[in-house]
């Protein structure tokens, strides 16, 4: 038996395992150096932070992979921040965050993670997201269920909204108009009786609360396909829906989302929100 509970055999086998691998590697720097003094930058806004410890987790990620799987591509946050081009296509492709919760890191909030998601032909195969200060490894491969740490996981079964708790994320885009919307359809499920609507600052993290069964739905525009793409595979191997904010098929880079543990809450959600432009990823 594999790690996450997979058994050996499967296609992209070897992919799976090296990213558990670097995930916990990548997990053991960042724990070293929540505790550091950090250098920090900003990219498209003051909210949008950047710090060395990214960066080095990133070149590590890739370079390993690179030298493993020559012929894949990688769409990764601080690359595409440099100027890489975010594009999906058919060939199999590494989707990754190397620090998801970075304004976390920089405070020393423990709520940060590794996320490594892989695709192919467009369609995600596995995703891997290492809580780091918990020593959490969330895993799920397309077909073989969803884990943390090698248990099983499964998602809430509530389509009560208001008995609903939800989670989201504010985002780094913080002009007066996009405010306004957010709290406005924070506002619009508390006004639905909603039990809490939380924020932690980790998107991968609460949409792997949500596999879990910790909450009962997510939420959010202004999120890129790097803090989606392996939590998404975890969601629906927990048994989850993964959707886009219109209610359609989930756009992995249309930059918005609605996570549910069902079908029905997640639908609830979707029509209490007023969307926000946020612009795509390719």
């Not at 990620?61 to 946050?77: D, W, Y």
């Not at 913080?174 to 506002?187: I, Q, S, V, W, Y």
């Not at 508390?190 to 039990?195: D, I, T």
Request: net charge negative.
């Amino acid at each position: 038996m594999k790690a996450g509970g997979q058994e050996a055999g499967n296609p992209w086998d070897e992919c799976f395992e090296a990213a558990v691998q670097l995930a916990r590697c990548a997990g053991q720097i960042i724990r070293k150096a929540l505790t550091e003094e950090k250098h920090v930058s900003t990219k498209t806004s003051a909210a949008d932070l950047v710090t060395e410890t990214d960066r080095l987790v990133e070149d590590l990620i890739v370079s390993e992979l690179r030298k493993q799987f020559p012929s894949h591509r990688f769409i990764a946050e601080e690359a595409t921040a440099a100027g890489a081009k975010c594009e999906l296509t058919s060939s199999p492709t590494w989707i990754i965050d190397p620090i998801d919760g970075t304004c976390n890191f920089v405070h020393r909030f423990p709520d940060v993670a590794v996320s490594i998601g892989f695709a192919v032909h467009r369609e995600l195969e596995f995703g891997v997201v290492h809580h780091c200060m918990e020593e959490r490894l969330y895993t799920a491969r397309r077909g073989h269920g969803a884990f943390c740490n090698g248990q099983r996981l499964c998602v809430s079964g509530e389509t009560d909204l208001s008995k609903a708790l939800i989670l989201t994320e504010i985002g780094s885009k913080r002009d007066p108009a996009t405010l306004k919307l957010f709290l406005g359809n924070m506002e619009q499920l508390l006004l639905a009786k909603a039990h809490g609507v939380r924020v932690i600052g980790s998107s991968t993290l609460a949409l792997c609360h949500l596999a879990a069964g910790a909450a009962d739905a997510y939420y959010q525009f202004g999120l890129h396909c790097w803090d989606l793409a392996a939590a998404t595979v975890i969601i629906r191997e927990a048994g989850g829906t993964v959707m886009d904010t219109t209610g359609g098929p989930l756009d992995l880079m249309s930059r918005r989302v609605v996570a549910a543990g069902t079908r029905k809450m997640a639908t609830l959600v979707a029509q209490a929100l007023q969307p926000i432009s946020c612009g795509r990823d390719d």
